[in-house]
């Protein structure tokens, strides 16, 4: 309805602010109620940025360094899977606040949770979750967070946080201390080290480290950002550990056709690890405590492995003593059609460490007991998490529930990978690589010039996706994005290869 109109409006050649104003009043009928209502295709009254956008970023840049802003949002009138912007353009987002939005926009189900009034005072008194959490929190952990349905199997504890590079962070420390507490065997801190830690020298601070890979992105506070290797922008200037990086494999596609290669390359990739191990602990006297991995390297280019990859790489880690850190700050929350993306993995046992964010709506990790430290205030920061956002997390999961989505994800994920790798092969100059689990979906494009112009020539046709990496396309849809939404992007994305 708001499309035709816009689409007469264009042709009558009305002036640009009688069609805003006509679309934003049809719209705001449309939000009228207490669902607002997605509308029913993409609306593009400007360029992107637009007028309004491009003033206002200019105002921000004033006072802070915004040049990454793409567009400001009006978050009142966002609906669903589209994002209305300040211009009264409306976007189809298939890229969902870099992959943190389950649900979409003002999903009534949210917005209902916050208009309970016991909820408000949870809102509104936020607690040093540490020393003064409220009277439900365990039952509300435990309910919540710890259901036999959300948390990875076998992971009976749980460490809350804000965000995902302060999960990882955290995750860092408490796997320190449970490798400091095994070489300590029961035994209680010397004088030396409670002394030497505080000029920070060994013994009391250990030259420890945390292997990670090539094209792993797990934030960007000062531990986080050593085990970090996407783009060199994010970790120029910053003093990092010399601490253990190993390849993440470099997939040949269409796997089918390159079956042996790519087990070729996880091989090649699990001997670094093993030698990595051998070399940090005997020559670098540098032992590694802890590996940190994701499922599916999303910053660095949605690179995939396989479950053997990760199967084997748990086995190398155990064998050596460290624990194994998976990072689902992107992948979890369902987007691959499970709950947590390692559960397509089949490992051997669960990860002893598992971090979140994005989706969840609060950051934290799961893990074993053994990751609990003895005393306190060892990981420990004033709010430890916010029970406002499992406030929404709780509302979330039981869409998630009520509406199968994680079904969904898998019937609309498929779609679109049929349907991508069919427009794969009528464009296999312009795109390639056609990958994905569930609606996590991503494809390479010819160079990472190509791959900015089809992102812009698809924001001019309403569509919001993300990149990553030097030249990929990635699809972080809401679990609601239906096979409707699928077929406007597929068709946007046809229309912009044809050009
Ligand atoms: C896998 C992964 N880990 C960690 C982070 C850092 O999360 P945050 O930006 O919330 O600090 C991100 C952010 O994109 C991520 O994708």
């Given at each position: 309805m708001i499309v035709n109109k816009c689409?007469?409006?264009?042709?009558?050649?009305?002036s640009l602010r009688q069609l805003l104003n006509g679309v934003t009043t049809t719209w705001n009928r449309c939000l009228t109620g207490s669902v607002s209502r997605e509308p029913e295709g993409p609306v593009i009254m400007t360029e992107i940025p637009g007028p309004r956008s491009r003033s206002l970023i200019q105002e921000l840049n004033a006072i802070q360094q915004a040049s990454s802003v793409q567009f400001f949002a009006d978050y009142e009138k966002s609906s669903g899977n589209y994002i209305m912007d300040v211009d009264g353009n409306a976007l189809l987002d298939v890229y969902m606040q870099i992959s943190s939005m389950p649900l979409g926009y003002n999903h009534p189900a949210m917005l209902e949770a916050l208009a309970d009034p016991v909820n408000q005072k949870i809102i509104a008194n936020r607690p040093a979750l540490g020393?003064?959490?409220?009277?439900?929190?365990?039952?509300?952990l435990r309910n919540i967070l710890l259901n036999k349905e959300v948390a990875p199997s076998g992971l009976s504890h749980i460490t809350t946080m804000m965000c995902g590079s302060c999960s990882n962070e955290n995750a860092f420390k408490s796997i320190f201390i449970w490798y400091a507490e095994k070489q300590r065997q029961g035994k209680p801190f010397t004088k030396d080290e409670m002394e030497s830690c505080m000029i920070n020298q060994i013994p009391g601070s250990p030259?420890?480290?945390?292997?990670?890979?090539?094209?792993?992105?797990?934030?960007?506070?000062?531990?986080?950002?050593?085990?970090?290797?996407?783009?060199?922008?994010?970790?120029?200037?910053?003093?990092a550990f010399d601490w253990p990086i190993a390849s993440f494999p470099e997939?040949?596609?269409?796997?089918?056709?390159?079956?042996?290669?790519?087990?070729?390359?996880?091989?090649?990739c699990l001997a670094e690890v093993e030698e990595l191990f051998e070399k940090y602990k005997k020559e670098k006297k540098v032992p590694v405590a802890g590996v940190i991995i994701e499922p599916i390297q999303s910053e660095g280019g949605d690179n995939h492995a396989s479950p053997e990859f990760f199967q084997e790489l748990q086995r190398i880690t155990r064998k050596h003593g460290a624990a194994l850190l998976i990072d689902e700050v992107q992948t979890g929350c369902g987007p691959t059609g499970k709950m947590w993306c390692h559960e397509h993995f089949n490992l051997d046992t669960p990860p002893d460490v598992v971090t979140f964010s994005k989706k969840m709506q609060l950051g934290g990790y799961y893990h074993w007991e053994d990751f609990k430290p003895k005393q306190s205030y060892r990981v420990f920061n004033t709010w430890m998490g916010d029970p406002?956002?499992?406030?929404?997390?709780?509302?979330?999961?039981?869409?998630?529930?009520?509406?199968?989505?994680?079904?969904?994800?898998?019937?609309?994920?498929?779609?679109?990978?049929?349907?991508?790798?069919?427009?794969?092969?009528d464009h296999s100059s312009?795109?390639?690589?056609?990958?994905?689990?569930?609606?996590l979906i991503a494809f390479?494009?010819?160079?990472?010039?190509?791959?900015?112009?089809?992102?812009?020539?698809?924001?001019?046709?309403?569509?919001?996706?993300?990149?990553?990496?030097?030249?990929?396309?990635r699809l972080r849809p809401a679990l609601t994005f239906a096979e409707h939404h699928a077929d406007i992007f597929l068709d946007a994305l046809r229309t912009v290869l044809n050009e």
């Open positions: 689409h007469r409006a264009l042709n009558a050649r009305t020393v003064f959490p409220g009277k439900d929190w365990p039952n509300r030259r420890y480290s945390i292997m990670s890979f090539t094209g792993g992105f797990h934030g960007r506070t000062i531990a986080c950002l050593s085990t970090t290797h996407s783009k060199y922008i994010h970790k120029i200037d910053v003093p997939y040949k596609y269409p796997l089918e056709e390159n079956v042996r290669e790519n087990q070729t390359e996880d091989k090649r406002s956002k499992l406030i929404l997390l709780e509302a979330i999961l039981k869409v998630i529930k009520k509406d199968n989505l994680l079904d969904r994800v898998v019937r609309v994920g498929d779609y679109m990978l049929k349907n991508l790798i069919d427009i794969q092969k312009v795109i390639n690589a056609v990958r994905g689990r569930g609606t390479n494009c010819l160079s990472p010039e190509m791959r900015d112009t089809i992102m812009k020539k698809l924001a001019a046709k309403g569509i919001q996706v993300g990149g990553c990496g030097n030249q990929a396309v």
